[in-house]
């Protein structure tokens, strides 16, 4: 009898321990096949890196539509500094609201955000042509009003968006969050070459630039809607990003569930968090940050520099030169050029600069430029600008994509989510910095 009772304690303390002994195991198997490249974290793993590309074009596409027309919007609006202004109106919103996101990132759905990226993106282009149409493109103070009004949408649509992606593909592989990246890089290439070859069709004809621009907003518009349907109906089914987004939700992620439910896949994580509590602490936000604060300062410090000098003082402070109007659009063009051959250096692993000592030295190094492009404006031809200004670009790319890449390795899925929110606050707070630093170029200027 007393054999009987201990073999029936036995069997139920075996059946109460399975459920816990079978999560063990399916978490090491899912860390195994990681580790060994098994085909449920390989499989789609090329359309995978394809959506990143385009995602992240999509991310900044509207946005460098709106810089690269620069020369429209100051023939449009020559007395009011649209290339700065519409920047300085754009940051705020991009940084603040990127912030607020970030600090409620844990629980936020990232669908919905991603999406009602997209969305406005699409819908804040569409609204950029019908306030030129409305206006008839006569400018003047009320339609200055509106394309700010559009460019802080612009800013909102970032905040949603940027944050939202990079925090997301920080807990899948690498090469996503480096070909998100890199598609950033690219929308600026993209728009800058349709910008010349819009540029070059319309130059000649009655109301040349403002067709161009037109023509412009419209190809954006058809991109922003582009991306919007991949995100919403391509990337959530590939099986690479179904196996990492339930190897987070198993680390106890909520930010996925409703990207699983989208992909078919239902889970049950307040169950599973009430069941091993230990097994989804993670980390706070600030205990991220403290451990990662060279990589924030890293990031901040990048775009500090770059947006101090791109795109206001290429576009206003390099004097006339034997380019003409073509001038600007050629320095942006060579930025975002380089920018994005920079952003595939680091895919070569000899190349890739990993040290955080190294990085932040590369990063304070790049503050050199200050003088250079002070005293190539000053003495220069447009030869040495054009440099400079690739060589910014090609720096910018790459040591983004070194920090961005290397800063989630070792975290959780859910760490590395609130991590990549919280680099792309420092990021925003970099470019908003950056961008007001760039009015002191106009010191001694009538300013």
Request: hydrophobic content about 45%.
């Amino acid at each position: 009898q007393a054999s009987a009772s201990f073999s029936e304690t036995l069997t139920n303390e075996i059946f109460r321990l399975l459920p816990s002994l079978n999560r063990q195991v399916n978490s090491v198997i899912m860390g195994l096949e990681v580790a060994g490249g098994g085909e449920a974290a390989v499989k789609g793993k090329f359309w995978g890196i394809v959506v990143c590309f385009f995602l992240g074009n999509g991310s900044l596409f509207a946005w460098n539509s709106m810089l690269t027309i620069e020369d429209y919007y100051v023939s449009l609006f020559p007395n009011y500094h649209p290339t700065r202004v519409l920047t300085l109106v754009y940051q705020p919103f991009a940084f603040g609201l990127t912030c607020f996101f970030a600090y409620y990132e844990a629980t936020m759905n990232t669908r919905k955000r991603n999406l009602a990226g997209f969305a406005l993106f699409f819908l804040s282009s569409f609204a950029l042509i019908l306030l030129d149409v409305g206006t008839k493109g006569h400018g003047g103070i009320p339609a200055y009003i509106g394309v700010c009004i559009i460019s802080a949408f612009f800013g909102t649509s970032d905040a949603l968006v940027q944050g939202g992606l990079v925090g997301d593909l920080s807990l899948m592989c690498p090469e996503f969050i480096q070909s998100f990246l890199s598609g950033l890089a690219a929308s600026g290439v993209i728009t800058s070459a349709l910008r010349l070859i819009t540029k070059a069709a319309f130059e000649n004809s009655q109301n040349g630039l403002r067709n161009g621009a037109m023509l412009f907003f419209s190809v954006t518009c058809m991109f922003e809607l582009a991306c919007l349907l991949l995100y919403a109906f391509v990337f959530p089914k590939l099986p690479i990003v179904k196996y990492y987004r339930q190897k987070a939700a198993s680390e106890g992620s909520k930010t996925v569930g409703s990207d699983l439910a989208a992909a078919g896949i239902k889970t049950d994580q307040d169950r599973q968090v009430e069941e091993d509590t230990q097994k989804h602490e993670r980390l706070s936000t600030k205990e991220l940050l403290m451990q990662n604060i060279d990589y924030a300062l890293d990031i901040f410090l990048i775009y500090v520099l770059t947006l101090s000098i791109f795109p206001g003082f290429l576009s206003e402070d390099t004097g006339s030169h034997g380019l003409g109007t073509w001038y600007a659009l050629v320095l942006i063009t060579m930025y975002n050029v380089l920018d994005l051959i920079g952003r595939y250096i680091p895919l070569i692993k000899c190349l890739k600069l990993t040290n955080r000592k190294g990085l932040m030295v590369a990063i304070l190094a790049r503050f050199l430029f200050i003088p250079a492009f002070y005293f190539t404006a000053k003495y220069g031809d447009q030869g040495y600008m054009i440099f400079l200004t690739s060589f910014l670009g090609l720096t910018n790319g790459y040591l983004t994509v070194c920090v961005l890449a290397e800063a989630p390795n070792g975290y959780k899925g859910p760490e590395q989510n609130a991590l990549g929110n919280v680099l792309v606050v420092c990021l925003l707070g970099g470019i908003f910095s950056g961008v007001v630093l760039d009015w002191m170029w106009l010191i001694g200027k009538g300013w």
